[in-house]
């Protein structure tokens, strides 16, 4: 089935090609332009695997002297940033907050961007902290679901999704887990299942 994305890509040998080839001549150091021209060859979402945008875009970064392993971490990187969202950072800044635009800020500098960094870690693992208490609170620690959702807080819902994200990958070692809100939206959806352990009295 012929999607937008596939309608609107760039073929090699339209002008369109021709001036994205003059673009990515131009702009070898700018990382957004070349991003963005590497969206219109390979859009995101687009069947790339099926339709031939990844070999064009593979004949792109040939045809302009650019790794292919550069061209499509900058398509991905313009991708998670559209234009609008765009701030007046640098380019790698943008890149490695791309899972947490929550902490991006007009002006940031490659210093705050580590420490940025360094925050977003430390969020991925207070969250899984965060499980991890609510599940031994409800399977050792005696509470309900209801009564430990009302000690924090929180919604029942949330208490229980909490503690079967944290039961799916209960034993595995940090870099053995996905991050944490996809446990969590897994959790939601009822996949993974998780492993038996003890029922808490209130039901899950």
Known sequence: MTTLQDETRVEPGTDRWAELIEIGDRAMRSNWDLGDAALEIAPMGSDTSNNGAMDNLRR?????????????????????????????????????????PHLIRDAMTVRLEHEADRLSEEWESNRWATAEAIHLELTEGG??????????????????????????????????????????????????????????????
């Open 60 to 100: 792109y970064a040939d045809e302009i002297g650019c790794a292919w392993e550069s061209i499509d971490v900058y398509r991905k990187v313009a991708a998670a940033w559209p234009l609008p969202r765009r701030l007046g950072c640098p380019w790698s800044v943008h890149q490695v907050l791309m899972a947490h």
């Open 143 to 204: 509470k309900t679901v209801r009564g430990l959702a009302a000690e924090i807080g929180r919604s029942d819902t949330h208490v229980t999704f909490m503690a079967k994200a944290w039961r799916a990958y209960l034993g595995k070692q940090p870099d053995d887990r996905p991050p944490f809100n996809q446990a969590y939206q897994a959790a939601k959806q009822g996949k993974p299942k998780p492993d038996p352990a003890p029922e808490p009295d209130d039901e899950f």
